[in-house]
């Protein structure tokens, strides 16, 4: 029997990603997209906005549902962008956002920075709540041409590319929402299977 989940995103592209990164984690589970409203994200952490979406979806659908709350949290900043990152510079659009994030953090020396996500799992019976990290620098400015939001100033640890010089394999594997819901998903299948 298959079991339905719904991931709380009006974005078809952030499905398919999520397949991807899951893979063979959905064996049994269909991943839905949702269609309903979009609800006030007014937590002041990543999980607590994870949760409000999951919830959300759970209550308009009466189906399993799962979430994530996502940004970049700059050291020098003080965790700035942190979960105002899609909104940073009031506009949502990326390329404005980490442009203002580079004029802020200016020549400054510690350019450490973290991107988390938060996963939820919410049913009606039980929630649950995981955070992936992916740490490392932000670039003096951006390079690359592929993924979105801050991937073209940020350099995973360990690597000399940015997230936005990656493919989508490469990212999907070692990202901060591969690791949030890679931590989710087993406690998913438990329940739901």
């Known amino acids: ?8 995103t009006h974005n078809a592209h952030k499905v398919t990603e999520l397949r991807r990164i899951l893979g063979a984690q959905l064996d049994g589970i269909e991943l839905v997209g949702y269609d309903g409203p979009e ?3 007014d937590g002041d952490t990543f999980e607590a906005n994870a949760l409000i979406k999951a919830r959300a979806a759970y209550e308009h659908t009466g189906l399993p549902s799962i979430a994530d709350d996502s940004g970049i949290c700059v050291d020098a900043l003080g965790g700035e962008p942190g979960i105002r990152s899609a909104r940073y ?7 404005d956002n980490y442009r203002l994030l580079l004029k802020n953090l200016g020549d400054n ?8 996500c938060a996963a939820a799992f919410v049913d ?4 649950f709540v995981e955070l992936g990290v992916w740490t490392g620098t932000i670039l003096h400015e951006p390079v690359g041409a592929g993924g979105f939001g801050y991937d073209p100033i940020f350099r995973p640890e360990g690597l000399e590319v940015a997230s936005a ?3 989508p394999d490469e990212k999907n594997a070692i990202s901060h929402r ?7 998903m087993p406690r998913i299948r438990e329940h739901l299977l």
Do not use: C, H, I, N
């Open 1 to 8: 029997m298959t079991r339905t989940l719904v991931l709380a």
């Open 165 to 167: 010089e990656l493919s």
């Open 124 to 127: 009606g019976e039980s929630e």
């Open 89 to 95: 510079a009031g506009t949502r659009d990326d390329k």
């Open 109 to 116: 020396s510690d350019r450490s920075a973290d991107f988390m």
């Open 178 to 184: 591969s690791r949030a819901f890679g931590a989710l």
């Open 39 to 41: 609800p006030v994200e």
